[in-house]
């Protein structure tokens, strides 16, 4: 996956001799919010991660808001759809073409387990992205709405930074209408 | 000439676009043979999103389909659920009751409001306008909302039953329907005001793209395309279904055959949903929303049925072969953007990369229907 030798210089760093733990926390506080997920639409999807991108929804609150058509300059893969076998070897060149650190969160039940294409005799839908790419957070839903979405990014920023930023959203508190 | 420039005004070279590409709205990839900035052939390849529907349609029972027609095309799925409806309802010989083809005409025209401001706002976005997105999807939320008030989804509708509608709709959705109407209908000329007159837009558009009426014949494209090149045909018109004939609607043709004619029956599209949806609301009588007769387990009689419906990107068609078991024995779906599609090749020679690019996008193109 091409991911081995450039992991290697960032886990070396806080293991090294001299400690920059506040400079790690900044950098991770930094990368949390600011980021830049992969124009990346497969389906169905794909139309809620333009919702949350859009006018209401407006994923900027989050600083996450630049949608990247060029996987160099992206960071995040949302996996928004469903892989099949012919888009398997797209998807995966995709992803080793992003620069290190990068993160994957997949979106909707196609890309965590096959979802409804999923049935005895299938022949052509891939059952789960994480079968090839490590996801750091699952979004589930058919499609999930753009709240979801926005709350697998939170997600990820807790688990880069390893501090929730932003508070919980409760069922029972949330704000009906 | 020395044999040297002949060569070089003969050189070509090969450029893939997609299957990952902002323009292609989705996996679509475009093999493109290029001589300098002009296209010399470019040939679509499909396949990187097919998801097995019309197999799934072989080895599910017939309510079990449901949910695939509202993952065909995800932008316009009411319609698709009407096609599916329409076609059991036709083979099995069930009557729908009045206030439930209301209300299926209603969110039909909802559903293709959204599709078309989608369409326009991703559209612009293509040609490099970011504002107008904003503006469409400010309107399509509101439409989301009134539709997951009855339906319960945001996109993925399976709203549709053999006989009627899942849900009757209450009070809140019929005024906020009107509300919604009259919110829209002075935005229709703003969006021309900002956009249509833009002199950048219109060098994008204006004779570009040029599909003629026999091109059209020939390659089966239906829908904004087909009524872009001056064909007046509409399923909604031309085989009636539903309420359809009782309500007073022009379909918008324009004979320019360019991308800006394409543009324009989109837009004046909007505005005749919009009087279809005011009319059927006036119109809508009371009373039950499902056939009180429509059997649980499903058996058509043996035969080949056929059913077909006008969606937001033209005729979708649903044609099954049953066996009189609870599963169909082929189930064909005939998709829109398959057919539009499939001229690009012929239209887009000797066109500029980025005028093509333009031209695809006035095709309104979704990957996954055309896949299935």
Known sequence: MGTESISGIETSVPSSIVQFHMLDQLRALARANSLWPMTFGLACCAIEMMSAGAARFDLSRFGAEVFRPSPRQADLMIVAGTVNKKMLEPVKILYDQMTEPKWVIAMGNCAISGGPFKFKGQYNVIEGVDSFLPVDVYVPGCPPRPEALIEGILELEEKITGTRRWPRVKPETAVKG | MTLLAQSQLQETFELNIGPQHPATHGVLRVKVIMDGEYIVKAEPVLGYIHRMHEKMGENRTWNQFWPNLGRLDYLSAIAYNHGYAGLLERAMGIEVPERAEYIRVITVELNRLQSHLLWFGAFILDLGGFT???????????????????????????????????????????TGTRAFIKRLRPQIPMYHDLVTKNVILMERLVDIGHISADMCRKYGATGPVLRGSGVNFDIRKNEPYSVYPELDFDVPVYHECDSMARYMVRMDEMEQSMRIIEQALDKMPDGPVKAEKAPKILKPPKGDYHFAVEAARGTFSMRTVSDATNTSYRMRLRSPTYSNLSLFEEASRGMLLSDALAFMGSLDLVIPEMDR
């Open chain 2, 132 to 174: 107008p997105l904003m503006y469409a999807f400010d309107e399509r939320e509101q439409i989301l909302d009134l539709l997951e008030s009855v339906t319960g989804s945001r996109l993925t509708y399976c709203y549709f039953r053999f006989g009627g509608v899942y849900n009757d709709v209450d009070d809140d959705f019929i």
